[in-house]
């Protein structure tokens, strides 16, 4: 006990430490979108806000509102596209096994490493032909090709393990292979359903190639974007631009504590215990 006593603590030193690390750049966001304009390049720099201001969220508040809203509607068109074609994907290859399945998985790791310029380059020639170009549904359908392959990978391996014979049983009660995957497969992959639609969200929350490829000259943009408009060669908002930043992060930050219970279960918990 006297010599694992030490080490433990020794570990748990060495773990706050890093922590401490990973969590400064958010701490300084907070900080920066507290600072007045003024107080920005002060030498040394103020740890704390001592002469606080709320001057960047007023402008959150003011001019990001639209913003906000638009990447909202964009994450839940992404979350929505992705489920719908992921899904029923991921339980042919796991369940139908069609010819060519371990080849088309590959091709779907292939496709995660395609740099998301040139995918936004291909994106903007094809709008801009189909008169597509800076709309919301423009923007959802390339948010959605980025989250898809993922999703596609992710539902096969959750969807491999429920039990063939669940499967069997809702063929024997007169269910079709549609039955089947509407009311037996979906509700017991309802862990791999969460973990797709997080990452999708916060994939389509946090884009900006994309944003301003194919919707920097249209009505209605993202969050991405309304923060990047704070920045031009001679001035530099900060403390707007981080107070946005801090108001962008709720979102996420609230879904990744919601969802950490679902996107940690295996579905064959799910399909055996639930």
Do not use: C
Request: hydrophobic share 50%; no cysteine.
């Amino acid at each position: 006990m006297t010599t694992s006593t030490p080490r433990a603590w020794w570990k748990t030193g060495v773990g706050l430490v890093l922590t401490g690390l990973m969590l400064f750049p958010v701490y300084w966001m907070i900080n920066v979108s507290f600072t007045r304009d003024q107080d920005m390049r002060a030498s040394p720099p103020h740890l704390f806000p001592t002469n606080g201001t709320l001057d960047g969220y007023r402008a959150v508040l003011d001019q990001q509102l639209p913003y906000l809203g638009t990447s909202f509607l964009v994450g839940l068109g992404t979350v929505a596209l992705t489920v719908a074609l992921a899904a029923p994907a991921g339980y042919a290859l796991a369940k139908l096994r069609p010819p060519g399945g371990p080849a088309l998985s590959f091709l779907l790791l292939i496709a995660q490493m395609i740099p998301g310029i040139i995918m936004a380059m291909g994106f903007y020639a094809i709008y801009l032909t189909l008169g597509v170009l800076n709309t919301l549904p423009g923007l959802i359908l390339a948010d959605t090709t980025l989250a898809v392959p993922f999703a596609v990978l992710i539902f096969t391996a959750f969807m491999s393990g429920i039990p063939d014979e669940l499967l069997q049983a809702a063929v024997v009660d007169g269910a079709g292979r549609l039955r089947t995957f509407w009311s037996v497969v979906l509700p017991v992959s309802r862990n791999s359903i969460v973990t797709v639609s997080l990452f999708a969200f916060l994939w389509s929350w946090s884009d900006f190639i994309f944003a301003s490829t194919l919707a920097g000259g249209g009505d209605h943009q993202p969050i991405t974007l309304g923060i990047y408009h704070y920045i031009g060669n001679n001035n530099q908002q900060w403390n707007a631009i981080m107070a946005t930043a801090v108001v962008a992060s709720i979102p996420a930050a609230v879904l990744l504590i919601l969802a950490q219970r679902y996107v940690s279960m295996g579905v064959t918990a799910g399909a055996v215990k639930d």
